[in-house]
């Protein structure tokens, strides 16, 4: 079985599918959206950190907790673990197909954002629900938009119990485990009560939770690696260096390190940088369903600014400090190799604390981003009525996936993942004439100004 489900995935996530589809994808919205992520970024980012919610719009969340909960989802066990495997396959080369991804995924993101707020609906008990499973057979009529809408939403509803559920947990329980000798079950039983408490709450709990501890976890994991890159300042210019060369000529073995082909380079670099951002999944247009927003272009622009931050910043953060303290050459891979590169610079336990610690509630955030992706598409398959049920066996699993060994559900999870990515690719691609022209629309002239300078008012 492993070994089946090891070709599948190599096909689904290799050079030939979805990496180069992915890729594409948003080179393209980039372009017809003309560039709108490096221009815009600056609004995008006032509205989701300054301004935050917008007063009297529809919705169950405010702008910046609709952030916050697709930032749950998305900083995880990918920033940490993900990263260091990209450089450890590709070298430091691979940072830089990382941060590509992450560039052309904003427009990617910004559209799955719109398009979610855009065909939103409201569930049974009065809650706002959308992502792709909606978004797909209301925008594209016809046997295909229903088709691809449910593909999406089975899809959805089992990754969510793989790379948002028993990877995360296993990864948590597992790390506490080797730092500091907790049996794996207690880890697992105080992952499952927390996460229980604030996924049984739903979405506005969720939405809470999530604005307070996603900024406090990031900003205290982005301090413990600038630490560690500044004690090896001396090493940054040629670290930098290192990232852009390679990215075009690969990488010679040194060290533990094998050594790396151009190809393998942009492979892995865009692979785990995908992997990350989620930008091109969907599960950033269910997020944004939530948000209280009057006009599909804002939240976009907020949800955009999830990419920035998970891949642009955090990502940065974690490969710099792997190339600065010479850890990318030792050998070591996941998480390993980023633990390694904290305690070469921080004094000290502190560097293994630290990285186990992030990993904890990384992880942990994780957990309540994807249990809200999982209930929206059991929401959109079977009704309101399933979404108790599927939050309680969400939060069971938890406690599963913390004391069992978990290979198979590794694979499995990656080609789900895949096999969300694919029809909501192509929905963004059909539906890419109506993004531009809604967009275009909300930065017209004088209108755009005129809406500025309201914002700031307000």
Known sequence: MQDALDTAAGFVWGPWLLIPVLLLTGLYLTIVLKALQFHKLGYALWLALIKRKEAGAEGDISHYQALTVALAATIGVGNIAGVATAIFAGGPGA??????????????????AFLGVKFRRVDAKGE???GPQFYLSEGIRGPLGQVLAIFFAIAAAIAAFGIGNMV??????????????VATWVTGLVLTVGAGIVILGGIRWIGRFAALFVPFMAIAYIIGATWVIVVNIDALPSAIAMVFTDAFTGTAAGGGFAGATVMMVIRFGVARGIFSNESGLGTGGIAAAAART???????LVSMTQTFLDTLVVVSFTGLSIIVTGAWMSGEDGAVLTRLAFEEGLPGEWGGI???LAVAFFAFSTLLGWAYYGERNMDRLFGRVAVTPYRVVFVLV????????????WTFSDIMNGLMALPNLIGLLIMSGMIVRETRAFFAEPNWREIVAKDQTL
């Open 95 to 112: 940072l830089f197909w990382m941060w590509i991804t992450g560039l052309v995924g904003m427009a990617t993101k910004y559209s799955e």
């Open 128 to 130: 706002q629900s959308g």
């Open 168 to 181: 995360q947990s296993n990864t948590v329980s597992a790390s506490i485990e080797e730092e500091f000798g």
């Open 294 to 300: 009057s006009n599909p272009v804002r939240q976009a």
């Open 354 to 356: 630290i990285v186990t």
């Open 398 to 409: 938890i406690f599963v996936g913390a004391v069992q060994e978990l290979e198979v559900v």
